[in-house]
């Protein structure tokens, strides 16, 4: 049994614990089990993923996430920008990650913003057959797959149930989906809750899901630059991006993000 020192962090309300492999700290074991027990409400800290930073020899440091059941995940929009506010750089910062290079930087007391990378795979208004019941969606990936769903009454949804469904139909094997519930408040604030791959169930937040939602609510539109405020159960978060030449270019994610507290447990 080893000493692990640890940091607790929250990104509009998605919650994380980092550890800080970039000297001194070596972790014996599967990362993947280690997730497992950190990341337990009950019997661990408690926390939707994981975050190990690793020097790198392409960027300012190497971001790895690991969801809370273990599965690594190629990249996580809310984890980065924790990342950001943990290495203390008042300059931008680049991280390496699965799904490639990001860069951040902190904006304010508590605010962090990332830029991602530009989404891939968009296809819309696509009709799948959900627990007996037809329903239209959009997919894009925005770092990880997400499948986005337009419904009003969002408040009334019952997310694991559908979401779940989604998460594992066959449209999406082998690796799933994500699945984030929009509704459009205005023509610059959404509302989206969302279910997540690797938590199996939903999160107060989402940052690739905040970024893919608003996207796909505003792909159609005229406009050459868009700014979004997505609102979610754990705060808003701040989408831009450009429309150029049929593309979507100069994606940025901004919110909330905090150290919550610091510690040592026992694996």
Same mark, same amino acid.
């Given at each position: 049994?080893? &000493?692990?020192?640890?940091? &607790?962090?929250?990104?509009?309300?998605?919650?994380?614990?980092?550890?800080?492999?970039?000297?001194?700290?070596?972790?014996?074991?599967?990362?993947?089990?280690?997730?497992?027990?950190?990341?337990?409400?009950?019997?661990?800290?408690?926390?939707?993923?994981?975050?190990?930073l690793?020097k790198?020899?392409?960027?300012?440091?190497? *971001?790895?996430?690991?969801?809370?059941?273990?599965?690594?995940?190629?990249?996580?929009g809310?984890?980065?920008?924790c990342?950001?506010?943990?290495?203390?750089?008042?300059?931008?910062?680049?991280?390496? %990650?699965?799904?490639?290079?990001?860069?951040?930087? +902190?904006?304010?007391?508590?605010? +962090?913003?990332?830029? *991602?990378?530009?989404?891939?795979?968009?296809?819309?208004?696509?009709?799948?057959?959900?627990?007996?019941?037809k329903?239209?969606?959009?997919f894009?990936? @925005?770092?990880?797959?997400? @499948?986005?769903?337009?419904?009003?009454?969002?408040?009334?949804?019952?997310?694991?149930?559908?979401?779940?469904? *989604?998460?594992?139909?066959?449209?999406?094997?082998?690796k799933? @989906?994500?699945?984030?519930?929009?509704?459009? *408040?205005?023509?610059?604030?959404?509302?989206?809750? %969302?279910?997540?791959?690797?938590?199996?169930?939903?999160?107060?937040?989402c940052?690739?899901?905040?970024?893919?939602?608003?996207?796909?609510?505003?792909?159609?539109?005229?406009?050459?630059?868009?700014?979004i405020? +997505?609102?979610?159960?754990?705060?808003?978060?701040? +989408?831009?991006?450009?429309?150029?030449?049929?593309?979507i270019?100069?994606?940025?994610?901004?919110?909330?993000?905090?150290?919550?507290?610091?510690?040592?447990?026992?694996?």
């Amino acid at each position: 049994m080893g &000493k692990l020192n640890f940091t &607790k962090m929250v990104g509009a309300g998605n919650d994380f614990i980092v550890l800080d492999c970039r000297s001194s700290l070596v972790i014996h074991g599967s990362l993947s089990k280690i997730a497992q027990l950190l990341c337990d409400r009950k019997t661990g800290i408690g926390a939707d993923g994981m975050l190990v930073l690793e020097k790198s020899k392409i960027a300012d440091f190497r *971001m790895s996430v690991f969801n809370a059941d273990g599965s690594v995940a190629e990249m996580c929009g809310n984890g980065l920008r924790c990342a950001v506010l943990f290495a203390g750089v008042k300059s931008k910062v680049r991280v390496e %990650t699965k799904a490639g290079i990001y860069e951040g930087e +902190v904006t304010g007391k508590d605010k +962090v913003r990332v830029k *991602m990378q530009e989404p891939k795979d968009l296809k819309l208004d696509f009709p799948i057959n959900v627990n007996g019941r037809k329903i239209k969606i959009n997919f894009i990936n @925005t770092g990880v797959p997400h @499948t986005v769903v337009f419904v009003d009454g969002l408040d009334k949804i019952d997310i694991d149930r559908i979401g779940s469904s *989604m998460r594992y139909h066959d449209e999406f094997k082998p690796k799933g @989906t994500n699945v984030d519930f929009v509704e459009i *408040m205005d023509d610059n604030n959404i509302k989206m809750r %969302t279910y997540e791959r690797g938590v199996e169930g939903e999160t107060l937040a989402c940052g690739t899901g905040a970024v893919a939602s608003a996207i796909i609510s505003k792909v159609k539109s005229e406009g050459l630059r868009v700014k979004i405020n +997505v609102h979610t159960l754990g705060g808003i978060l701040k +989408v831009e991006f450009q429309k150029i030449d049929n593309k979507i270019k100069n994606v940025y994610l901004e919110g909330e993000t905090k150290m919550v507290f610091q510690g040592g447990i026992y694996v």
